[in-house]
T-cell receptor, first 115, second 115 residues
Framework: AQSVTQLGSHVSVSEGALVLLRCNYS??????LFWYVQYPNQGLQLLLK??????LVKGINGFEAEFKKSETSFHLTKPSAHMSDAAEYFC?????????????FGIGTKLQVIP | EAGVTQFPSHSVIEKGQTVTLRCDPI?????LYWYRRVMGKEIKFLLH????????ESGMPNNRFLAERTGGTYSTLKVQPAELEDSGVYFC?????????????FGPGTRLTVL
């Protein structure tokens, strides 16, 4: 079984401030970890993913996340928030099932960027 | 290249009526997934097709939901009869049939409101 916990359903940051969105997971096998973003009226877009190898993963739009196995965490960060980062962010976990995956999502975190 | 498309974008129906949602995956993607997000809750897996075959339908809520993927191309999800608790956003995703972490590409979703 696998699960995802996102701490904070709403996060507000000032423009230019650090963005930190927290995610903890549980998985009985080595997981694949993802962060997705959903802008208003759009579908989910993959920001970044961790599969194997380097634990610090860089994604699009300046975001990155670090896989910490000992803490079962995969927090998303961005050094400087931009107004265009306002969106809903989803942490997710899955495992390979032979060519396909059943993704388990967290509840989502809405990020507000204050000018 | 066209992304995953879903139709309609919004649907408002009355309890007891029937609604059919359609998903057109990315061309060449054998994996097709349906997910649902009830307001305020996580995005949850409903089912998964490999080509025209249902591989995993463990997330389907009950027998009022019927998914099909005739010919292994587009998929439909029918709800009959609809109940109030079926309201939510229904997402479709597709991916290539590859070992490892094949990225799932999501459509914009269909927002279903049952009155």
């Amino acid at each position: 079984a696998q699960s995802v916990t996102q701490l904070g359903s709403h996060v507000s940051v000032s423009e230019g401030a650090l963005v930190l969105l927290r995610c903890n997971y549980s998985s009985s096998v080595p997981p694949y970890l993802f962060w997705y973003v959903q802008y208003p009226n759009q579908g989910l877009q993959l920001l970044l993913k961790y599969t194997t190898g380097a634990t610090l993963v860089k994604g699009i739009n300046g975001f990155e996340a670090e896989f910490k196995k000992s803490e079962t965490s995969f927090h998303l960060t961005k050094p400087s928030a931009h107004m265009s980062d306002a969106a809903e962010y989803f942490c997710a976990v899955s495992r390979d099932s032979g060519g396909y995956q059943k993704v388990t999502f967290g509840i989502g975190t809405k990020l507000q960027v204050i000018p | 290249e066209a992304g995953v498309t879903q139709f309609p974008s919004h649907s408002v129906i009355e309890k007891g009526q029937t609604v059919t949602l359609r998903c057109d995956p990315i061309s060449g993607h054998d994996n097709l997934y349906w997910y649902r997000r009830v307001m305020g809750k996580e995005i949850k897996f409903l089912l998964h097709f490999v080509k025209e075959s249902k591989q995993d339908e463990s997330g389907m809520p009950n027998n009022r939901f019927l998914a099909e993927r005739t010919g292994g191309t587009y998929s439909t999800l029918k709800v009959q009869p609809a109940e109030l608790e079926d309201s939510g956003v229904y997402f479709c995703a597709s991916s290539q049939l590859l070992a490892g972490s094949s990225e799932q590409f999501f459509g914009p979703g269909t927002r279903l409101t049952v009155l």
